[in-house]
């Protein structure tokens, strides 16, 4: 059990690292020659980050906002389990801290869906690690919510 504890301990402080380097990091799409890269935040060329010029868009915004919920609640959720696990009876459940990583996975899914819908670029372009990161943070978020609503503290 204690073996079990550790490793979604430890799946959980990854996932909250992964999002925090997918939201910071503006490598969310790159050109194929790895001259530019954009983000959510700025747009790479050379070495050079400026403002994005798209910035003002409702649906970057979106993106921009549920990325930073996701990273709140993951990490919300992250300080519930430890004081849960500590705080707890022996056989009551992790609903809580469940819960509340639901959320983030729901987060994370809608940020980087409205993200992969509106701004899916062709020719010249692909997705960067930050996107693919946000994806992976998406199964993980989900795998950690649903292990923590089932186990129970013995």
């Known amino acids: 059990m204690l073996v079990l504890l550790a490793g979604i301990f430890v799946v959980h402080i990854a996932t909250v690292v992964m999002l925090f380097v997918s939201t910071i990091a503006n490598v ?4 194929n020659d790895g001259s530019s890269s954009l983000g959510l935040w700025k747009n790479c060329s050379n070495g050079v980050c400026d403002p994005l010029s798209y910035g003002g868009e409702g649906a970057l915004k979106s993106v921009q906002a549920f990325m930073i919920l996701s990273i709140i609640f993951s990490v919300v959720s992250l300080v519930v389990f430890v004081f849960q696990l500590f705080t707890m009876e022996k056989g009551n459940c992790f609903f809580l801290s469940g819960a509340v990583m639901l959320v983030c996975w729901l987060c994370v899914l ?14 010249g372009f692909h997705h960067g690690y930050c996107f693919i990161l946000g994806w992976i943070c998406f199964c993980f978020s989900f795998i950690i919510g649903v292990l923590y609503l089932v186990l129970r503290k013995k």
């Open 28 to 31: 969310w799409v790159v050109a």
């Open 110 to 123: 809608i940020g980087v869906s409205i993200y992969t819908h509106h701004y899916s670029y062709e020719g």
